[in-house]
């Protein structure tokens, strides 16, 4: 597997991350809260984990370091059974505040 994406550090990983702009897509804020995470690296290894502010991770076979998308793309489903949450309007906030938040990370 070829990772296509090679960041100096977690601004510039920030700027190439996938944004699935004008496409379905979830936004996960880290908020340093507890994250269960099955994590496969380019060199095979692969792990899950539980930890607190998971912003990014390592693997321990290669070394590798990468940081944790907060996109996630969505998959349009005819039928999900009972296995939905509905979407709250009145919680919607802009990624605005998060990314002026995260720049301030580094």
């Not at 693997?59 to 590798?64: F, G, L, S, Y």
């Amino acid at each position: 597997m070829k990772n296509l994406k090679i960041a100096k550090d977690m601004q510039e990983a920030w700027e190439l991350q996938e944004t699935y702009k004008n496409k379905p897509h979830g936004w996960i804020q880290w908020k340093g809260t507890n994250v269960c995470m099955d994590v496969h690296c380019k060199c095979g290894y692969h792990s899950h984990i539980d930890v607190d502010f998971a912003y990014a991770v390592e693997c321990p076979n290669c070394q590798t370091i990468y940081m944790t998308n907060g996109h996630i793309e969505l998959i349009e489903v005819l039928d999900s059974g009972d296995t939905k949450v509905v979407m709250d309007q009145d919680s919607v906030e802009e990624n605005e505040e998060f990314d002026n938040n995260f720049k301030n990370f580094q």
